[in-house]
């Protein structure tokens, strides 16, 4: 058995090593959440940039048929 000294030495240092990890853990937890937040907020950036790309295809969709028939109608009123 050791002496009471020598145990308690090692009883603090392996407190120092707890709370060591503790500290890190807490680190770790911080920065998961902030990562999960800066996911969530690209995700709804991403979500917004789908909508806008789908309302431009259908909106040049539509341009392109008007202008199409436009040139229909030139090339009949031509001949």
Do not use: H
């Not at 996911?39 to 259908?58: K, N, T, V």
């Amino acid at each position: 058995m050791q002496p009471p000294r020598e145990q308690s030495k090692r009883l603090q240092q392996t407190q120092a090593q707890v709370d060591e990890v503790v500290d890190i853990m807490r680190v770790n937890v911080e920065k998961v959440l902030d990562r999960d937040q800066k996911i969530s907020q690209l995700d709804d950036r991403a979500e917004a940039l789908q909508a806008g790309a789908s309302q431009f295809e259908a909106s040049a969709g539509k341009l392109k048929r008007k202008y199409w028939w436009k040139n229909c109608k030139v090339i009949f009123i031509n001949y």
